[in-house]
């Protein structure tokens, strides 16, 4: 059953806005050409096509025995915990003769601070005699846990990298105009937004709208860091499952 390497299905949030989509398409090309041999393919949880249930239906038509599910998300949340196990065991019931194993999430992981400090970096006019003070942008969620385990994303940053950090989100408290403010009140003159976002959208948009005179540094995109993790994360999913079936 497991001698040929599953096939690895990559999960995106997806998004109304076309940028996101096709950022999330170079994410994975990018994770596929590290592993050529392999049958890598793209799915979104919503907005956008293909879905998980065309993808899984695919797969399953290809002929492949097991398939590893590899959500494309910063953070465990909704989607993770509930959304994508709850298509998945419908798929399963679809297709018993088809394994499906989901894996963990990107984060967290310190391959994917560095790949935020990259990005602030692209951005940064090097000045020794300024204070860089950077407002790390997430989504937000409506659970103050979700959004504490976010924050440690600017704490890791500081820590790494001796810049300023703040925490802010673009659909609840704090925003970014509070995370600019404490930045300030800190003693940082040079301020950044670094998006926590894989890919543009509205939301990212609403961040910029919000702070429009300042740099935005990209979202994290087709980082390398990205498709290692995601292999990692493919690794070890599947090296589980022969674990137990040994």
């Not at 940053?157 to 001796?162: F, I, S």
């Amino acid at each position: 059953m497991f001698g040929t390497p599953p096939a690895l299905i990559a999960v995106a949030h997806g998004s109304r806005d076309p940028r996101s989509a096709a950022t999330m398409a170079a994410v994975v090309a990018e994770i596929a050409a590290v592993r050529p041999d392999l049958d890598v393919r793209l799915a979104f949880l919503d907005l956008s096509a293909p879905s998980v249930e065309q993808v899984v239906d695919a797969v399953a038509a290809q002929g492949h025995t097991h398939a590893v599910v590899a959500p494309l998300l910063l953070g465990s949340a909704f989607h993770a915990r509930v959304d994508l196990p709850g298509l998945l065991d419908a798929a399963r019931a679809r297709h018993p003769q088809l394994r499906l194993t989901q894996a963990d999430v990107l984060g967290p992981d310190a391959r994917l601070i560095g790949a935020l400090r990259d990005r602030v970096s692209e951005v940064l006019r090097p000045n020794p005699s300024r204070r860089l003070g950077v407002a790390v942008a997430a989504v937000g969620s409506s659970s103050a846990a979700a959004n504490a385990r976010t924050a440690e994303v600017a704490r890791r940053l500081a820590l790494r990298t001796g810049w300023h950090t703040e925490i802010c989100f673009a659909t609840t408290e704090p925003t970014v105009t509070a995370a600019l403010s404490r930045l300030r009140a800190r003693g940082a003159d040079e301020l950044l937004v670094a998006p926590w976002f894989l890919a543009p959208g509205l939301l990212t948009d609403r961040l910029i709208t919000a702070a429009p005179d300042l740099p935005h540094a990209t979202v994290i995109g087709a980082h390398h860091a990205l498709a290692a993790i995601v292999w990692d994360r493919y690794d070890t999913a599947r090296n589980t499952v022969l674990a137990l079936s040994a």
